[in-house]
C-alpha cells in the first residue's frame, strides 16, 4: 500500500497510536506535533490523507485546514477531544472531509480513513479533463489533479517536483534559467550559491526517465538552463 498519511498531534502518546493503527494496515506515515512543521512537510513530501488535531499551540487546527485548503485537495480528517455539534461544524466548514473524537475506536478510525481515500481517488478519476492535461510523448501530466504518468504508471512527485515540471511542460521548448525557475517556483529572489532546483531537477529525471543520465524529456542546455 502506497498511501502516506500525515499525522498531526501535539500529543506524542496519540501521534504513536493513530500511527501504529494505520502501519497495521499497511499506511506509511510520518508524525509531526505541530501544524507548522506539517505544512513543511506538504512542502516537501506527496501526503494522500491528514489526520488534524484541532488543539494545538501556534496553529490551530482549524486555522491550519484553512491554510492547507488554499492549494491542496487531499482528505483532512479532524482529531479533536472535542465533541460538540459547533465544533464538529466548525472543523468540517474549515474544509475538513471527516471529524472523529478522541477516544475514538481503532476500527471506526480506519473504515473512515479508507473511506476518504477511496473518494478521493474517485474523485481524481472522475476530474481528468482534456483541458488540463499536458501530453508528451508517454509522459501525461494532469494539472488539475497534479497526477504525473509515465507509460500509464502514476508517478508520485512531491509539490516542488511537480511545480518544476509543469512549469517546463507549459512551456515546451522554452529554456529557464535555474534563476527563473526558482523564482517562479518557489516564490523567492534567487541566490547563486542555492542548488534547490538542480536537485529537484535530478529527483524528477529519476522518476520520470528511463534513462536519468541520458532524459528525453527534461533536457539541460549548459550555459543556460534547463527546457522540455
Known amino acids: 500500500m502506497d498511501e502516506k ?3 498531526v498531534d501535539d500529543d506524542e502518546k496519540i501521534r504513536n497510536l493513530i500511527s501504529i493503527y494505520l502501519e497495521n494496515e499497511g499506511y506509511k506515515t510520518i508524525k509531526v506535533s505541530n501544524a507548522i512543521e506539517a505544512l513543511k512537510i506538504l512542502e516537501e513530501d506527496t501526503i494522500d490523507l491528514i489526520m488534524l488535531d484541532i488543539m494545538m499551540h501556534e496553529m490551530n487546527g482549524i486555522e491550519a485546514c484553512m491554510k492547507i485548503r488554499e492549494e491542496r485537495h487531499m482528505p483532512i480528517i479532524m482529531v479533536s477531544a472535542k465533541s460538540e455539534e459547533m465544533d464538529k461544524i466548525y472543523g468540517l466548514s474549515s474544509g475538513a472531509d471527516d471529524y472523529i473524537t478522541k477516544p475514538f475506536n481503532p476500527m471506526e478510525l480506519i473504515a473512515r480513513v479508507k473511506s476518504q481515500l477511496r473518494r478521493y481517488k474517485k474523485y481524481n478519476k472522475d476530474a481528468i479533463t482534456d483541458i488540463n492535461i499536458i501530453e508528451i510523448g508517454a509522459l501525461t501530466i494532469n494539472t488539475d489533479t497534479r497526477m504525473v504518468c509515465v507509460g500509464g504508471c502514476e508517478i508520485r ?4 517536483e511537480f511545480d518544476i515540471l509543469e512549469l517546463l511542460a507549459r512551456n515546451k521548448g522554452i529554456v529557464f534559467s535555474v534563476s527563473k525557475i526558482y523564482e517562479s517556483v518557489w516564490k523567492e529572489d534567487f541566490l547563486k550559491s542555492d542548488n534547490n532546483v538542480m536537485v ?6 529519476e522518476k520520470i526517465e528511463h534513462n536519468p543520465k541520458n532524459p528525453i524529456y527534461i533536457k539541460t542546455v549548459w550555459g543556460v538552463g534547463y527546457k522540455i
Do not use: S
Not at 512527485?157 to 516542488?160: A, F, R, Y
Not at 529537484?200 to 529525471?205: A, V
Open 5 to 7: 498519511i500525515l499525522i
Open 200 to 205: 529537484h531537477i535530478t529527483k524528477i529525471r
Open 157 to 160: 512527485l512531491t509539490p516542488k
